[in-house]
Structure formats: C-alpha cells, structure tokens
C-alpha cells in the first residue's frame, strides 16, 4: 500500500458536504455582496457550529457590473504594500481594475478562497519570485465573466466561472489576485462553474483539487493500488478521496468513521 498525505491547504467554504473539517480553527473565504445589502466595512459571520468564518465586503461601485461597458474605473481590493503580518493587508478602495490581455477574462469576484501560500507570500517567503509590490493576494476564485479579449473562443460576458488566477503559484504569481472585486485571468485557467454549486463552493475548490489530483499522478497510482490518505478530512484529503473514486483506486483514511458520516467514504 502507498501512502498519500494531504494536508489541508485550503479553508473550508461553509459546505461540510465539500470540505468537512474536525477543527474548531476558524476559516474564512472572502466574498462580495452588493452596496444594496450592506455598506458597511468587511464583516465576519460564522457559519454554524462549525467554527469557520465568511468575510463578506461591499461592492464600491453604486451598481453591480454585468457587461464590459458597466465596468468602473476602480474597485475594492485588499492589499499590502510590504512583507509582514497580516496587519500589513489593507482594504483598499480605490485599485485600478486590471486590464484584460487578449487570451484574458476579466471576472467580477463573487467569492475568493484563502489557502496557506497567500499568509505564506504576505510574509516574503517568496520574494524572490514574487510579483512587484503592492499586491493583491488571492489565487482561489469564482465569478461572472463581464469581459472577454480578443482571442477568448469559450467564454462570454455573463458566465459564471472559477478557478485560480496564476498559472505558477510560486513563481511569478499575478500582482492582481482574486481578493478584489474583479480580477484577470487567462482563459485557460478557468471553467464554467456547475450549475450545482453556488460560488463559495466552487471558489473552495481549485487548488485543493488540482493538487489532489497533481499528487496522484505524480506518485503514479493507478487502478488497483491501494491508497493511505493521512489527512483524509481536510481540503485536499477529501479531494484525494473523491479523485480517487473516479480512477477506481482504492484507499483508506485515517478518518473513515467520520468521512463515513458525511457520505463521503465508506
């Protein structure tokens, strides 16, 4: 039996029957919510008893934009100017919206999902391959397509989308992330989002998935071999798990009574 360990890289968004995590460690996933619901400053709600938080922030333009000519000038985003601790992260409220080069998307951000590299490049730990400062962290995303480049074949403004903006996460990672209300993505590195997801979830799902799926395939499983999940319950855990009854492998977790429970294993 080979053994596969998936740490948790990504915050839960409020879906136990996605991304069920056992800890009480708070999570949060970043959304927008139009100036209509609230024009308040970015606010924490918790999502049940589960411990985990959404931060919710209001959109600045007085409407929310649903074709490339409805686009403003500006728009929220957070951002930091220098390396540290998270007191660093501002909301800024005036950032250019990005350009769209002509294999682009431009999204109007409906959630954003946090994972450990975005505290971890906050922190300077990537320096020497990040993008200039000031940056707008975030790779998680989903959203509405509002513009399209020139060279853009499967998309069109008005579908909902997700994925991650940065084709390398590490190195040269976008200076513009996806905590902003719209953001620039190749077309490439997104996809129609299922109608049976809303955006939370689907904004949860990117690099968790991709590195689930990454793994396996680097180790080399295949049909027939077993797997030992260490971290069966976390983002990417699950994920390994539910890859891994698409490829017909066969794994066990160290946490099989509680996926169990949440017919996720059995």
């Not at 996605?18 to 400053?41: D, I, K, W």
């Not at 995303?141 to 991650?164: F, I, N, P, T």
Request: aromatic share 6%; proline share 6%.
């Amino acid at each position: 039996m080979q053994a596969f360990l998936a740490y948790s890289i990504l915050p839960n968004p409020c879906s136990r029957s996605f991304f069920p995590r056992p800890t009480n460690r708070p999570q949060f996933l970043l959304s927008s919510v139009s100036e209509s619901r609230t024009g308040a400053a970015p606010t924490a709600r918790r999502c049940g008893g589960t411990g985990r938080s959404v931060v919710t922030a209001a959109s600045s333009s007085p409407a929310v934009a649903t074709t490339a000519t409805d686009v403003p000038g500006t728009m929220k985003a957070w951002a930091y100017e220098e390396y540290g601790d998270a007191s660093v992260l501002k909301l800024d409220e005036a950032v250019s919206v990005p350009a769209v080069g002509e294999d682009q998307v431009l999204v109007r951000v409906a959630a954003a999902a946090l994972n450990p590299v975005d505290s971890k490049r906050r922190m300077g730990k990537f320096k020497a391959t990040d993008s200039p400062l000031p940056t707008v962290p975030g790779y998680d995303m989903a959203g509405v397509v509002v513009k399209v480049g020139s060279q853009v074949k499967s998309l069109k403004e008005g579908d909902e989308v997700y994925g991650h903006i940065s084709e390398k996460v590490l190195e040269g990672p976008k200076q513009f992330g996806s905590l902003a209300e719209y953001t620039a993505v190749e077309e490439k590195l997104v996809a129609l989002k299922p109608k049976s997801i809303d955006f939370a979830q689907a904004a949860g799902l990117p690099l968790a998935i991709e590195t689930a799926h990454e793994g396996l395939e680097r180790a080399g499983f295949s049909a027939g071999k077993s797997i030992l999940v260490l971290g069966g319950a976390g983002g990417v855990g699950t994920l390994v798990i539910q890859v891994r009854h698409c490829s017909h492998f066969s794994s066990v977790s160290k946490w099989t009574e509680f996926l169990s429970s949440q017919a996720i294993a059995s």
